[in-house]
């Protein structure tokens, strides 16, 4: 399996525009995650799916973020508009639901840059 | 009060020492513990968890729990210069998939 994607892996943009970041999960897992990382703050859950469903979104900053996930094998967020304190690394994440396995595989991460 | 705390280091151990991180966490209903590794510009990947109270061991590392004082900790033995990462520690309150990250404490072995 080729494990978590996520693209693009980097992205700089001017404060104002739409930012669009994908993730496509490791096939056959029932849970999504959408993380940032910054120095600061660590890494902060920001919305969970279960089968494409949102479970829990109180991590999203502000209304200026959203996400989707409208089949099983895709997810988006989207920042609009984006502002510089926006700057972070974005991971997306999935698992399995099984009992007593609850690992998180990672994808790369998108380093993002508002200027 | 952060719900999952951790000292950020970095924290400098000589090659072949025992390295120990430390992790307190604030939910009494925590079920389960991870210790995730972070290669500088990497993504973090699982290498330990824990359930039951007392040590889990797996090769170098050893994951210890006490629920009572609601403290984890992973102790990696003869530590390698490829050790040097930063270790995230993670909670997961019962019947929730989701966790909760500390900041990370970053380690570094001296050659």
């Known amino acids: 399996d080729a494990g978590v994607i996520q693209s693009p892996r980097h992205e700089v943009t001017e404060m104002g525009q739409e930012v669009t970041l994908r993730c496509k999960p490791i096939s056959g897992h029932d849970y999504l995650f959408w993380y940032r990382q910054t120095m600061m703050r660590g890494l902060e859950l920001l919305i969970y799916?279960?089968?494409?469903?949102?479970?829990?979104d109180s991590g999203m900053p502000e209304d200026r973020f959203s996400a989707k996930m409208p089949n099983a094998s895709f997810s988006t967020l989207k920042i609009q508009p984006s502002e510089p304190r926006d700057s972070a690394v974005y991971f997306c994440a999935s698992s399995l639901d099984r009992v007593g396995s609850y690992e998180q595989y990672f994808g790369p991460g998108t380093r993002l840059t508002v200027t | 009060q952060k719900e999952v705390e951790q000292n950020s280091g970095p924290l400098s151990v000589p090659e072949g020492a025992i390295a120990s991180l430390n992790c307190t966490y604030s939910d009494r209903g925590s079920q389960s513990f991870f210790w995730y590794r972070q290669y500088s510009g990497k993504s973090p990947e699982l290498i330990m968890f824990?359930?039951?109270?007392g040590d889990k061991e797996d090769g170098r590392f050893t994951a210890q729990l006490n629920k009572a004082s609601q403290y984890v900790s992973l102790l990696i033995r003869d530590s390698q210069p490829s050790d040097s990462a930063t270790y995230l520690c993670a909670v997961r309150q019962g019947g929730y998939q989701k966790v909760t990250f500390g900041i990370g404490t970053k380690l570094q072995v001296i050659p």
């Open positions: 799916f279960n089968n494409n469903v949102p479970i829990d």
């Open positions: 824990i359930y039951s109270n």
